[in-house]
């Protein structure tokens, strides 16, 4: 027997060279489903139930006595067309574009930026890694260090940012960072101060990964700097920005903490984000049933645009041979 | 390509080579400032983690300080509950990796080499997607469901297992692509020499991904230990995380900004020592898999 096993081995070289990725191993039908079986219960236990206990919650008049002593009836829809018609919820999106586009967009923008000059024009490795790592240590702060931190910089009266512009000869008189109208601004400040390495590190990481063959090619054929940044560069790098796009898009969804921290939402709700909306009525009103409509519209808008998104990483991974 | 043509590309890439260089000064400049603005903050904060109470508050603050008081680092534990802090934190970082790196290796195996039977890459998405939800969406129903077992809200456990909502995603879709890495091969043909599953895993796939199970540890690690809403939440007496205490540093009206900034930097150490030693593994971590770091 062993004989002929060799010797059909030899007739088929390929086999061992070969990445077989669809061929599965032989093993017992359970074994994979017993594998997945513990993780996916888990998390089945503590996302499931408190998403229909949301949704089922949404639907009624429910508050913090009504909560405790069980006493709450079915209202229907009135609590989501509460909050669609509200003035609260619709400056609220309005802030929330506002944080997607300065916030958000130009964080990855900058980072983009960032990470394309620090590759092409620093040409020492330690300086480079020096700056990296200078420029991610945000990232590994917890919010409420940065909201906390941020806050005292930029305290009106006696902040080190307005006491650092006024030295400078920038500005003439303090500027009141958490007033209407600009606090949100200061959020934005703050955010983009901590988040701005996650797209600087990806996309740095992209470029130092794509293949140095091409940029030989592209010199010896006499290419510019610009033009190979513009057709070589920025295309192979399309994949990568994209992801970091999908990554700050659906963190813009979850942002709350620093709104908590830095503003509570405020002046006079001038810095509220729907998702600070769902935490305050939820969390520190006990208005639950309000709170409800609007995580469930949240959870809807969020559902949509990660569905999108994870389609969009599918298509990448396939192509990258991951999935 | 004839003569012309050759010499008419390389002036035209002299003149926009010289462009460029102005360029380049333009963009250097914007790095500059953006290190600047990096750095400032970080620098204040450090600054002010040695000033005495008096000079924290002052109404013109200082950029350096008048009188270095370095027994602020000692100062903060004079009250114990912030050093408990720290020690509840570590507590349940370490435990949450833990249990998000076995569950996570569990099914990132099972993903990596049975994708079909181990229901496919819907699950898998699926099991991704959870850690793009907002969590606000579910916190309230969270505190009862956690009120409502035997350990209550107030619980190293209750947070331990909470925050696998956002790790074992993580962790799961991390090892599925480490394991992948690993090549099925040799496991096969340890298979074929006889060895039992469990042998082949341990013996001969485990130590192809122990460097990546090392990076995934350390950022589920670093998610855990910074977490702030969740715990927010859930926070009593008996635990309270060091995310907690910091906004509660206060002497009366007055903040007791030194002290805060003290506890922060040493609250900082441990995150930015794993990030320096990670480095190279934390764009794949973040970018969940899709850029080799």
Redesign the interface.
């Known amino acids: 027997m062993a004989p002929m096993r060799r010797e059909s081995d030899t007739d088929h070289p390929e086999w061992?060279q070969k990445?077989?990725?669809s061929r599965?191993?032989?093993?017992a039908?359970w074994?994979?489903?017993a594998?997945?079986g513990?993780?996916?219960a888990?998390?089945l236990a503590?996302?499931i139930?408190?998403?229909v206990?949301?949704f089922y919650h949404s639907l009624r008049d429910t508050n913090i006595q009504g909560l405790f002593m069980g006493t709450h009836s079915h209202i229907g829809f009135s609590n989501y067309a509460d909050v669609l018609g509200s003035e609260r919820f619709q400056d609220s999106l309005l802030h929330l574009a506002q944080y997607l586009t300065f916030g958000a967009c130009l964080q990855v923008i900058?980072g983009t930026?960032?990470a394309l000059?620090?590759y092409e024009?620093?040409k020492s490795n330690a300086i480079r890694t020096v700056?990296?790592?200078?420029?991610?240590?945000?990232m590994?702060?917890?919010?409420?260090?940065v909201?906390?931190?941020?806050r005292?910089?930029l305290t009106p009266?006696?902040?080190?940012v307005n006491?650092?512009l006024l030295n400078l000869g920038l500005i003439e008189q303090h500027i009141e960072w958490f007033n209407a109208g600009i606090s949100l601004w200061s959020i934005i400040i703050a955010d983009s101060?901590n988040w701005?390495a996650?797209p600087l590190?990806?996309v740095?990481?992209?470029r130092v990964?794509l293949p140095p063959a091409v940029y030989e090619a592209a010199r010896v054929d006499?290419?510019?700097?610009?033009?190979v940044m513009r057709r070589i560069t920025l295309p192979m790098l399309k994949?990568?920005i994209a992801?970091?796009f999908i990554?700050r898009f659906?963190d813009a969804?979850?942002f709350?903490?620093l709104v908590y921290?830095m503003t509570s939402g405020g002046p006079a709700q001038s810095s509220e984000l729907p998702?600070y909306i769902?935490?305050q009525r939820?969390?520190r009103e006990f208005a639950?049933g309000e709170?409800?409509a609007y995580?469930?519209i949240?959870?809807i808008i969020?559902?949509v645009i990660?569905?999108l998104?994870?389609k969009y990483?599918?298509g990448?991974?396939r192509a990258?041979g991951?999935? | 390509m004839n003569h012309a043509t050759g010499a008419m590309t390389a002036g035209g890439t002299e003149r926009t080579q010289d462009a460029w260089r102005h360029v380049r000064y333009l963009f250097l400049a914007f790095l500059g400032l953006w290190i600047v603005f990096t750095v400032f903050p970080l620098y204040f904060m450090t600054i002010t983690a040695f000033k005495s109470a008096a000079e924290a508050n002052l109404t013109v603050p200082t950029f350096w300080p008048q009188e270095w008081q370095p027994r602020n680092f000692i100062g903060v534990f004079d009250e114990r509950t912030n050093f408990n802090a720290l020690v509840d934190s570590f507590v349940i970082a370490s435990a949450n990796t833990a249990l998000s790196l076995f569950l996570g290796s569990l099914a990132g195996y099972a993903f990596a080499r049975f994708p079909r039977q181990a229901g496919g890459e819907n699950l898998a998405f699926w099991i991704l997607s959870n850690r793009m939800f907002p969590p606000v969406a579910i916190l309230v129903p969270m505190f009862f469901l956690f009120d409502n077992t035997p350990w209550g809200t107030d619980s190293h456990l209750s947070l331990i297992i909470l925050y696998l909502v956002f790790n074992l995603p993580l962790a799961t879709w991390l090892m599925m692509v480490f394991f992948r890495d690993a090549p099925v091969e040799i496991e096969e043909a340890a298979y074929l020499d006889g060895w039992t599953p469990l042998r082949a895993f341990f013996k001969v796939t485990l130590p192809l991904v122990i460097p990546g199970m090392i990076s995934v540890a350390m950022l589920c690690w670093i998610f855990a230990w910074n977490e702030y809403l969740f715990a927010n939440l859930f926070v009593g007496t008996a635990v309270r995380t060091y995310t907690i205490v910091i906004p509660t540093f206060t002497h009366g009206s007055q903040t007791l900004w030194n002290f805060q900034m003290a506890f922060s930097l040493l609250a900082l150490i441990p995150p930015v020592t794993l990030f320096i030693l990670l480095r190279r593994y934390m764009v794949r971590g973040l970018s969940l898999g899709v850029v080799k770091g």
């Open positions: 061992f990445k077989r990725k599965p191993l032989i093993v039908r074994v994979p489903i594998l997945v513990l993780p996916v888990t998390l503590i996302v139930y408190p998403t206990w949301m900058i930026v960032l000059t620090l024009f620093v700056v990296l790592i200078m420029l991610v240590i945000p590994m702060l917890p919010p409420s260090i909201g906390v931190l941020w005292f910089l009266s006696n902040g080190a006491q650092a101060w701005v996650l590190l990806i740095y990481s992209g990964s006499g290419a510019s700097q610009w033009k994949e990568v992801i970091a990554l659906t969804f979850k709350v903490d921290i998702t769902a935490f939820g969390i639950v709170a409800a995580a469930i949240i959870f969020s559902a990660i569905t998104f994870l990483m599918k990448v991974m990258r991951f999935a």
